[in-house]
Every structure is written in C-alpha cells, then in structure tokens.
C-alpha cells in the first residue's frame, strides 16, 4: 500500500495488526516527521499510537518511554539524511532501526517493562542517549 493509504488506514484503524509491527511504527514515525518537526511529531504520533492501539483491545500495550526512543531515532536518522526520498530507501540507509533491541542498549529490561515506562518518558538508566 502507498503512503496515503497507509496514513489513511492508520488513521481509521483498518490498518491491520501484522501491518503495523515494528517496520510499521517505523513507516508511521518516518511519514510523520519527514512533514513535522520532532515537537510537533511527539504529542501526534504518541496520540496516534494510543489511540490505535486502544482501537485493537490492546491500550496495555502502549510503552510511551519505547515510543519517544523510536520516534527520537527516526527523527535523528532523518535530520541526518534528510533527501531520502521513501521509506524503503531510508530502511535501506539505516538498517539498524529494524533491530528492535535497540533501546536495551539504553535502558533495562525491567525498566523498560514498568508502568511508569508505559505512562510517561524515563531517561535511560544504563547509558544516556547519544542523539
């Protein structure tokens, strides 16, 4: 599906489950911040997934911590290469954003697990972010 369709589909929450694993938070991330500044990506994307997952019965599995990790590494991948075109060309240029252990580089599990992760922001407890 193209990029209109996919908004779309987010925004209606017809947009399938398998859709929107971690490639497509990342699609949903990149869309959003390739049009906003990361200020005003935030408060839309975090909205948009808590409202999306609340859609599919799944609200508990909403991580705000997780959330603002990967929309702030999108949007570091973005100011640094900001001609990318599409998605799959910007995949193809940061490859690492697929690696969806990433944030443990940053922050414990049992941290990242907790329910002040999933309601607000925590600063990494084991090294600080390098963006």
């Given amino acids: 599906m193209n ?16 859709d929107f694993r971690h490639r497509g ?7 959003v911040l ?13 909205g948009g997934i808590r409202q999306f997952a609340s ?17 702030s590494i999108v949007n570091h991948a ?5 001609s990318t ?4 060309q910007f995949i193809n240029t940061f490859p690492i954003l697929l690696d969806k252990q990433l944030p ?5 599990r049992e941290t990242l697990d907790g329910k002040r992760a999933r309601s607000d922001w925590l600063e990494p407890d084991l090294r600080p972010l390098p963006f």
């Fill in 78 to 82: 973005v100011q640094t290469n900001p």
């Fill in 85 to 88: 075109q599409d998605f799959e």
């Fill in 104 to 108: 443990l580089n940053h922050w414990r």
């Fill in 3 to 18: 990029d209109r369709e996919f908004l779309r589909a987010f925004h209606d929450s017809t947009l399938s489950s398998e």
């Fill in 34 to 46: 390739t049009r906003h500044s990361l200020e005003e990506a935030l408060p839309l994307l975090s």
């Fill in 25 to 31: 938070h990342l699609r949903l991330a990149w869309l």
């Fill in 55 to 71: 859609s599919k019965g799944a609200s508990g599995a909403y991580n705000d911590t997780l959330t603002q990790f990967w929309i």
